[in-house]
């Protein structure tokens, strides 16, 4: 059993630092791409950032230079420290496992995310 755990949303004012964690259950960190996603409202759900299982990361361009992603593979935690936060990042965050081995690609797993509200 596959289990995502996403904390540490709330109610941020903008130009503030957030910090949230994914705690992942059930997989290892060398065998999964690990990233975050979030879905603003009226939006598709988008790619914030993404590490992989070599420790590669890819941060998505319109966030890149306020986001970074980072790891505790030995605790399975995954983290997204966000800087300078905008009302335009007001969106559900998902933390989320995609495989990479030939046994679990094309497999997906996704947390039930945690809302991230930025306002003054």
């Known amino acids: 059993q596959v289990q995502l755990w996403e904390s540490g949303g709330g109610v941020v004012q903008p130009g503030e630092s957030l910090r949230l964690s994914c705690v992942a259950s059930?997989?290892?960190?060398?065998?999964?791409?690990m990233g975050w996603y979030r879905q603003i409202p009226g939006k598709q759900r988008e790619l914030v950032a993404e590490?992989?299982?070599?420790?590669?990361?890819n941060i998505e361009e319109s966030v890149k230079g306020r986001v970074a992603i980072g790891r505790d593979v030995s605790k399975n935690m995954l983290f997204l420290l966000m800087n300078k936060v905008k009302p335009e990042d007001t969106a559900l965050y998902y933390c989320?496992?995609?495989?990479?081995?030939?046994?679990?690609?094309?497999?997906?797993?996704w947390g039930q995310g945690t809302q991230v509200t930025v306002s003054s």
């Open positions: 989320s496992a995609q495989g990479t081995e030939s046994w679990n690609l094309g497999r997906t797993h």
């Open positions: 059930g997989i290892s960190f060398m065998s999964w791409t």
């Open positions: 590490v992989t299982r070599s420790g590669d990361k």
